[in-house]
């Protein structure tokens, strides 16, 4: 996404606590953005399995704890001025719309 700024690809944070205490995962994390002055960025790359219940990936029980872990993400996130961008299915994956999905999420022109 940027090659040159250091990212941390798939980390758990004791501060990003789920549902059931343990620490919640970030798919992408930048703790020090430039093109954002520095602050960090959370990126996560969802599927369709977010939305609706696919059995592949566990039972409906699973499903609700993992629904309840993602909002509970956002809120933390949230709480600590860490912006997430999320990408869903249906959202096109090149550096143009990567860009404007940040900036809509950020609230501004990102520099660089």
Do not use: C
């Amino acid at each position: 996404m940027f090659p040159e700024e250091p990212f941390i690809y798939g980390g758990h944070y004791s501060w990003l606590p789920g549902v059931v205490g343990f620490p919640l995962q970030l798919d992408i994390f930048f703790p020090q953005l430039s093109l954002l002055g520095g602050r960090p960025l959370a990126v996560e790359v969802q599927g369709e399995q977010r939305r609706t219940w696919v059995r592949h990936f566990g039972s409906k029980a699973n499903f609700i704890r993992q629904k309840e872990n993602d909002t509970r993400k956002r809120e933390l996130l949230e709480a600590r001025h860490i912006p997430l961008v999320e990408f869903w299915p249906e959202d096109e994956i090149h550096l143009e719309a990567i860009t404007k999905k940040i900036e809509e999420v950020v609230g501004g022109q990102i520099s660089g």
